[in-house]
DNA sequence: TGCTGCCTCGTAATCGATTACAAGAACGAT
DNA sequence: ATCGTTCTTGTAATCGATTACGAGGCAGCA
């Protein structure tokens, strides 16, 4: 391993000062024949800056963190990719920050966050508790939170709505005839859990759906895995003639478990999903799912934080993409 | 937003001493009073200890940095998933760095690396040229590729064996009474192209199958978009009795084409995957899949990475993880 | 020639934490 | 009481880069 070099070694060898080095290669007017001596020592003694040193000077990271719960969701996948490429095009390098399940792991995160690794974040929890909120609220960086948060918490937040995502596909449902339409959700005591759940119900409401208990049931988790016990057991309980899945996730889940129970996709039960992930396009039948804006989400959370360390110091944004439905031929609705 | 506290402020609000502040929170050997009246300063100030101060003294970032060609390839996003869990067990954090396709991508990196940003890199490229090997013999930090290097290059690696693992599947597929085999691979520019390339044309050598050219067809990229019209074009071109396929996007591809076309799997065609990640267990019918034991190759990276960032300083490593071939309804074999 | 003004370049302060070193306190042994 | 040992604590150097400030050189102008 070739040892590090430092501006002092590249002034040396040029035979200038360190203040000469820094400017040159910062490109402050210097003149020709120091430049280029400068230029050659640092090509020659394979100079880089080190970015400790800089940052405690300029007092600039270059880093974003990106909190996510849970990397195994292809929806996060896609974000983490969008944001990627976002920050690096702001010149910033992307830290993933794995916050697992819960409010616990946010929170060290926030903590760990007064330390300054990162010049800002993005945080996109599951689960947000009051000592969250309290650490967004005495905060020292910008953050940009993906998902809904108080409104008097003085941070910028970029929201599916849910809401009307789920009564998109309702009444896409409605439309092709379906009337007893089960609800297959993740756990209600995370953000969007509980969110998509508030839809379902007033949704049904509105379109004049029955909402038994016998029609809804909620899974572990998030994953395939805990959809399929999920859409067995919302089998055994009813006969729905659609599923609504509260994400793709389970929706792939509840096709499998369909077809496992001999029912025939759409036919006998149409499904939806939502998040609208590449997974939704490689079932078969292909699954209707609903577009929550996540790459949209993912960008604007990431225009927001890049020009909060822009220097743009206005009053907190609040943005909310509006969901659209992605008919495919799990519903029944293609062409 | 709270403003930054130092440890000058901590230690002036607790009258005493800057190193008695710095002792204190590293718990090294101090009075009960000091530490008391330090620690509740600490606590009331909100003080978190800046981090490049820190790196610039002791010499550590206490970050890991992963470099990934593609996120949207759910095997890295395994193998970013276990990483993740590995170095933050070991107290790091992890930074993920996106160099997309070609060789460039993992050299812009490599230069920054000198920045001392991180501590250790592990590296999975898809493409490796002399420019890219060059800068791995004149590194700083100690770097784990997941792949193939030169042997001498100073690095430690872990890589796949693709040769037995592509010997695993058409054994098992001409084991199941299939001859007539057909390839889809990625591009073989490619590291795991090249070498998944190599294992079908020797392993067909052995088991003593045709090998003509109309039974392999190259997708642009590793990606279920791209696998589409890869399989169409090998289908258009012969009638293979199985495909297999240099990943599982591409595998899920090659299944979705076999039903447009109206081909039953496993009966008319049999389907194997390579990479086993979650996909193959969502497709009906499931994916025979060959493990390449992704998350094992993470693991061991991110222990290696740790090792020497523990002071290891032992000849480079060469690990070799072998794979197996889990066996689902797409190639018929199962239960 | 002498003065002003601009331009270039070097010296040294600075960011915030860690830590080598030394000074002082406390305590025990003689 | 005196000396030495140990323990605690503070002062200051240090990591590497950026940058304020000032010194010196050079050109332009009277």
């Known amino acids: 391993m070739t ?21 040159v290669l910062n490109g402050l007017p210097a003149s020709p024949a120091i430049t280029e001596r400068v230029q050659a020592s640092a090509a020659a003694l394979g100079y880089a800056p080190d970015a400790s040193a800089r940052r405690l000077r300029v007092g600039r990271t270059e880093q974003i963190a990106f909190a996510v719960a849970d990397l195994g969701n292809p929806v996060y996948t896609a974000m983490t990719r969008t944001i990627t490429e976002e920050v690096q095009e702001g010149g910033f390098r992307l830290l993933l920050a794995s916050t697992g399940q819960g409010a616990d792991g946010p929170l060290g995160l926030l903590t760990d966050l007064d330390g300054s690794f990162v010049d800002g974040l993005i945080l996109s929890p599951l689960q947000v508790d009051e000592r969250v909120v309290e650490r967004l609220r005495g905060r020292r960086h910008p953050i940009v939170v993906i998902g809904s948060v108080p409104d008097d918490v003085p941070v910028d937040s970029v929201r599916a709505d849910s809401m ?27 953000v969007p859990g509980a969110a998509r759940l508030a839809g379902y119900v007033r949704g049904c409401d509105a379109l004049g759906l029955v909402t038994h208990q016998e029609l809804q049931v909620v899974a572990d988790d998030f994953t395939y895995e805990a959809g399929l016990p999920a859409a067995r057991r919302v089998l055994d309980q009813c006969v729905p003639d659609a599923i609504l899945c509260a994400n793709d996730l389970l929706g792939v889940a509840a096709l499998n478990v369909l077809r496992e129970r ?26 209707t799912s609903v577009d929550l804006g996540s790459i949209e989400r993912a960008r604007r959370a990431a225009q927001l934080l890049l020009r909060r360390l822009g220097g743009f110091d206005g009053p907190p944004e609040r943005v909310v993409v509006e969901p659209t439905l992605r008919v495919r031929a799990s519903s029944g609705g293609a062409a």
């Open 3 to 23: 040892k590090k070099s430092t501006i002092a070694l590249v002034a040396q060898h040029a035979g200038v000062s360190v203040a000469s080095v820094s400017r």
């Open 164 to 190: 009307t995502g789920v009564r998109l596909a309702l009444e896409h449902l409605v439309a092709q005839g379906r009337r007893r339409i089960a609800f297959v959700n993740g756990p209600v005591d995370t």
């Open 262 to 287: 001999g029912l025939r996709v759409p036919e006998d039960v149409a499904v939806v999903g939502m998040d609208d992930t590449d997974l939704a396009g490689m079932t078969r039948p292909a699954l």
